[in-house]
């Protein structure tokens, strides 16, 4: 299982930072990403990474203004957002998948998260 937390409430230009943790199982050969959705929407895709690696992808709509990153000593991967926008209002989710590439279609990860709520007040 994979759990998601550190969602909340912040102001438009504010900043969050989310962690995903697994358990029940090694995610170490996995690619772990993070998606989103707004209500009404669709999920998206907004970045992802090896879990325990590097080489991050990011959607271009949070590109320079998100990090994801594996943090092997507390076995978790975090997406900081910085500069939040009203627009990233979403419920966020991680997710793992067993491929051996970073892809931006959530039917291929395997393993989801509950899910942690971020809201961006203007």
């Known amino acids: 299982q994979l759990q998601a937390f550190g969602g909340g409430l912040v102001q438009a230009g504010g900043s969050l930072r989310l962690s995903c943790a697994g358990s029940?199982?090694?995610?170490?050969?996995?690619?772990v990403a993070w998606f989103r959705q707004a209500p009404g929407k669709e999920r998206e895709f907004v970045a992802g990474?090896?879990?325990?690696?590097?080489?991050?992808h990011y959607a271009s709509s949070v590109k320079g203004r998100f990090t994801i990153a594996s943090d092997n000593a507390k076995d978790t991967v975090s997406l900081q957002m910085n500069n939040l926008r009203p627009e990233d209002t979403a419920v966020y989710y991680c997710a793992a998948s067993s491929l051996t590439i970073v892809t931006d279609l959530s039917e291929r990860y395997r393993y989801w998260g509950q899910g942690t709520l971020v809201t961006v007040s203007s």
């Open positions: 029940g199982r090694t995610y170490s050969t996995h690619r």
């Open positions: 990474i090896a879990w325990g690696g590097n080489s991050p």
